[in-house]
């Protein structure tokens, strides 16, 4: 086993769960460990216990126990047994009994303290500890339980002293054998509870590293310091502890909860990591049904899907567990809270002061389950209620830092951080915020207007100021028209020039998959500078982020994700219908294969993916249903929709009092209506890894041609021939002469490369009516392209694209297809046409749409051209080849005004150098707009450019203005001795100091992540 003391423990993640959960009690072969002796029964059922053999382990307990019924570790051992395994009130009744006879067992008090502390028994706890640490004034475990309970009914000042002193006794080097790897555990536990820096890394350093060496199998340790790990962001090296126990034991629930949760934040795992996870937590319950934490964290999962009806079961199965669990409490009150049953959530709020003096965890919980739902004002508010509630209570610190930055309360914001920071330096999120913070207070710049402020880089202000604030206030006017709503101003729109900057600000750490998010009033994206062309548009983002701004605001926050992101991506398409998202293919796909989501559980598709494209389908899922209310029922019903929903009433009953229908009926209804929409392209659906399975329970209920040949089709994507002979036999019974058949035997051809049966199935295929026109004539068009027969690979790519015109991306792009066509060919006419098409479909095409640029200012056709330009600076506004080409475009237009503007930023950026040419027409626009001296100075720059340019000399004589002198010729000098170097040496230096980049904080990296990459 690796030593952790070199291990960075300031690195990690963050999880809401994380922060609340509790320490497990130190349940786990708590006596000194005994000789293994075959005739000893107490010291086999501890090595039973230590193997996970729980019943074998209880039932060696009960027998020491009945021979000898005073047995002390015979009865700890019974506790133990119990207390693992989720018999709480058993365990509590037989201690409470035994100890009526046996008093004097300081060690069966702890115990019971223990399990008191587990189901919320607190006075009892604090007496049973107190009993045990009076019988034994050493007993460190027992102290440290005390120190956890005062902490968590208020009495933070009695704790702290506590586990102070504690502290102070074990930092002194202790003698061989003085103490166990129990009271090095104990103690570390006490440490964690506290919280400060100096006393976790001693923990880390001294404690749990001395515990190791002591008994390197003692599971509190691996618990508690995998605990550690978690509670501090360090993901990594908490999984790495967790599983170097499980080797030992792979049934200790606590261990198992442990791996879960570390689960839920591994990277490499994608949509899998939520059921790995379940399947832990499945194995926690099976032997601890009453894991209070696992029905804790099950009640979270539910609410960040809205499924409030099953969080409410979960968290109320542990509530009668343990019903002063104040995080389980906070979790419950949020959701009676979003579901503004607020009677229901006061009784809590109210409960929450009966348990603890000092209830800030239960206000900071209610903040940070709201806060995944858009309601960052009210999850500001209730952060600074918890603080209200223990101004020592610092995770409620960060809460508030970061709800206030969501909010655009940016000197807020920092102070709570920096508040939260000073006690918590581990706590990497909020370590990033206040270096970015810092970063942008030297590197950015502020623009302030009526209803938006900008902040952006200051190298990048004179690129983005004018179209950011242009489009901006056009999105303004247009769909505050539209939605009939005003929203809150100033609007704050942050550019960031850096993917881990932007990444930093919107979640605290770098590596968030996203190029854009809204908080309401606050929207943060990455600029042009940060954005592949490939990837999106910074323009596109802006749009589609400023829209939620409208459906948050107009909604108070309270709108399911399915329907904020559905309208976003509709208002994308309302700007440039050529902004369409290309994923049709993949919604079809899904529709026709029974993959697409009720609206009831459409939400969880975005929180728990179970595919790996499944949230981008979420967003055009969503989008499609947008349409398919505005196309049945006007778009007054949306805007119906977005009201009741602003008035707080849960989806049913919005559903119901907009449209009349159940969720479900409106289902029935949609799902018609996208049959209907995208039946009509002749594309066979995309094959799953399920497909098969799927369609072998369908063959079973009925035998059709079309599910054997779509089976036979599935087994020869995986190479399976024998299934794709057997299963096309089977069609071939039922339908010997199917085009569906034929289909698929073109497929097998082209597989084993004979082109010539291929092309006969597939035109045989086509003459028959099959569905998939698509498949059947692209293989064509590729048989023809083997041919060499060029006019009918072109004639069966157009067939292909009437069968499936939005092929531009998915399953193969026709569009590429036929362009590289006609440029090999050398029909340029044809070549620009499609790629006219193509761009009218995908606007990410940044290449292509330079090649139309190109041609369309060789031809003069300024009328193309300019919206062409416009489309590249959505893309890309800091490539050097645009502003020339648009300077043209707007001369040749009549548009001045915009040369002169246009002319201006490129003369003040370094990655221009003006022509001559341009600074012909830019001259002449200064003329035409009154500038007659400015119009004199570009002349004169042009004719420095170039000498023999007859135009600009003839301008500048009818302007009376002076010819340039040409520049001197200088005689070569000998430099001084050290003068060349030192010339050389200032050519080197920047005009300004670059900016210190802020040095982000992130979780290590995974060993198993690592491995897999």
Aim: aromatic letters at 10%; charged letters at 30%; a negative charge.
């Amino acid at each position: 086993m690796s030593t952790r003391k070199n291990r960075d423990i300031l690195a990690g993640i963050f999880l809401l769960f994380v922060l609340l959960w509790t320490f497990p009690a130190l349940s786990g072969e708590s006596a000194p460990k005994p000789d293994d002796s075959d005739e000893d029964i107490v010291a086999d059922g501890w090595k039973a216990y230590r193997e996970g053999k729980y019943k074998d382990a209880g039932e060696l307990f009960e027998e020491a126990l009945e021979e000898d019924p005073s047995d002390v570790k015979a009865m700890e051992g019974i506790l133990e047994v119990e207390l693992i395994t989720g018999k709480y009130k058993t365990a509590q009744k037989r201690a409470e009994e035994w100890l009526k006879k046996n008093g004097k067992a300081d060690r069966v008090w702890t115990v019971l303290g223990e399990i008191g502390n587990t189901v919320g028994n607190y006075d009892n706890a604090m007496q049973a500890f107190r009993k045990a640490i009076e019988i034994k004034s050493d007993n460190f475990r027992a102290q440290a339980g005390l120190a956890e309970v005062l902490q968590y009914v208020g009495l933070k000042e009695n704790s702290s002293e506590i586990i102070l002193e504690l502290y102070d006794i074990f930092s002194e080097e202790a003698g061989p054998g003085k103490y166990s790897a129990e009271d090095y555990v104990s103690v570390g536990r006490a440490c964690i509870v506290l919280g400060e820096p100096e006393l976790l890394h001693d923990t880390n350093d001294v404690l749990f590293e001395k515990a190791l060496e002591l008994d390197p199998a003692y599971a509190p340790l691996f618990v508690s310091w995998g605990m550690l790990f978690l509670n501090k962001y360090n993901y990594p090296h908490a999984k790495q502890t967790f599983k170097e126990y499980i080797e030992k034991n792979d049934n200790h629930p606590d261990i198992n909860f442990g791996m879960a949760l570390g689960t839920l934040q591994t990277r490499y795992l994608g949509q899998k990591r939520i059921p790995e996870a379940m399947k832990l937590v499945d194995k926690v319950l099976a032997v601890n049904p009453n894991h209070i934490d696992s029905h804790i964290l099950l009640g979270y999962l539910a609410l960040v899907d809205t499924l409030h009806d099953e969080a409410r079961d979960h968290l109320n199965e542990a509530l009668k567990i343990n019903p002063n669990r104040l995080d389980a409490l906070g979790m419950l009150a949020a959701s009676y809270w979003l579901r503004r049953e607020m009677a229901q959530h006061d009784r809590l709020a109210k409960r929450a002061l009966e348990i603890s003096t000092r209830p800030a965890e239960f206000y900071d919980t209610v903040a940070g389950v709201i806060q995944n739902k858009f309601r960052y004002r009210e999850a500001y508010e209730y952060a600074k209620k918890a603080i209200s509630k223990d101004d020592t209570y610092w995770p409620a610190y960060y809460t508030a830092g970061a709800n206030a930055l969501r909010l655009g309360l940016t000197e807020e914001g920092r102070s709570y951080l920096e508040n939260a920071f000073e006690t918590d330096t581990f706590n990497v999120r909020c370590y990033n915020a206040l270096q970015l913070m810092d970063y942008m207070d030297r590197e950015y710049e502020t623009i302030r207007g009526k209803h938006f402020t900008l902040r952006m880089k200051t190298s990048e202000v004179l690129f983005l100021k004018h179209i950011a604030q242009a489009h901006l206030e056009s999105y303004l006017v247009d769909m505050t028209r539209r939605y009939k709503m005003t929203p809150r101003y100033p609007i704050t729109v942050e550019f960031f020039a850096d993917h881990k900057d932007f990444s930093a600000r919107t979640v605290g750490l770098p590596g968030i998959g996203a190029s854009g998010a809204c908080f309401g009033e606050l929207v943060t994206q990455i600029s042009p500078r940060a954005m592949s062309p490939a990837i999106a548009s910074w323009i596109v983002t802006m749009r589609h982020e400023f829209a939620h701004v409208i459906t948050l605001q107009k909604t108070r926050n309270r709108i399911p994700r399915w329907f904020t992101e559905g309208l976003s991506v509709y208002e994308e398409v309302q700007f440039k219908s050529s902004w369409q998202r290309l994923d049709d293919y993949m919604f079809l796909s899904a529709l026709f294969e029974g993959k697409l989501l009720p609206l009831k559980k459409l939400d969880s598709g975005f929180t728990k993916p179970k595919w790996r494209m499944q949230v981008l389908l979420c967003y055009y899922h969503g989008y499609v249903i947008v349409e398919f209310i505005k196309q049945k029922y006007g778009f007054e019903k949306i805007n119906e929709l977005l009201a009741a929903f602003g008035k707080g009433l849960v989806l049913e009953k919005a559903i119901e009092s907009v449209f009349g229908q159940t969720p479900d009926e409106f289902d029935e209804d949609f799902f018609a209506y996208a049959k209907k929409r995208y039946g009509k392209y002749r594309v066979a659906p995309h094959i799953w890894p399920d497909t098969v399975s799927r369609l072998k329970i369908s063959i079973e209920k009925e035998k059709t041609v079309e599910k054997y040949a779509r089976l036979a089709r599935a087994y020869l994507r995986s190479g399976k021939d024998a299934d794709v002979e057997i299963n096309l036999h089977r069609a071939m019974k039922i339908d010997k002469d199917s085009p569906e058949v034929h289909l698929v035997q073109g497929l097998r051809f082209m597989g084993k490369g004979e082109r010539g049966k291929a092309k006969k199935a597939f035109n045989k295929a086509i003459a028959m009516g099959v569905h998939d026109l698509f498949t059947a004539h692209v293989n064509l068009a590729l048989i023809a392209k083997k041919e060499e027969k060029p006019e009918v690979q072109e004639n069966e790519l157009l067939a292909a694209l009437e069968a499936f015109p939005r092929a531009a991306r998915q399953p193969v792009n026709v569009y590429a297809m036929l362009v590289a066509l006609y440029k090999k060919q050398n029909q340029n006419d044809k070549m620009i046409d499609m790629l006219e098409k193509w761009c009218a479909l995908d606007y990410k095409r940044l290449g292509q749409r330079k090649i139309l640029a190109k041609h369309y200012l060789e031809k003069k056709m300024y009328e193309k051209l300019e919206p062409i330009l416009e489309d590249l600076t959505f893309l890309n506004p800091f490539d050097n080849s645009i502003a020339p080409m648009m300077v043209e475009c707007y001369y040749a237009g009549g548009e001045y005004e915009e040369v002169v503007r246009l002319s201006d930023l490129m003369a003040r950026q370094k990655i221009y150098k003006l022509s001559a040419k341009i600074l012909i027409m830019q001259a002449e626009s200064y003329e035409k707009t009154g500038r007659r001296k400015d119009a004199i100075k570009s002349l004169q720059d042009a004719v420095t450019k170039e000498r023999d340019n007859e135009k600009a000399k003839k301008l500048l004589e009818e302007l009376g203005g002076e010819m340039p002198k040409p520049p001197e010729e200088k005689e070569d000098e000998e430099p001084e001795e050290g003068e060349e170097k030192e010339k050389k040496e200032k050519v080197k230096q920047p005009d300004k100091e670059p900016a210190e980049r802020p040095d982000y904080e992130k979780p290590d990296k995974d060993p198993d992540e690592q491995e897999k990459e």
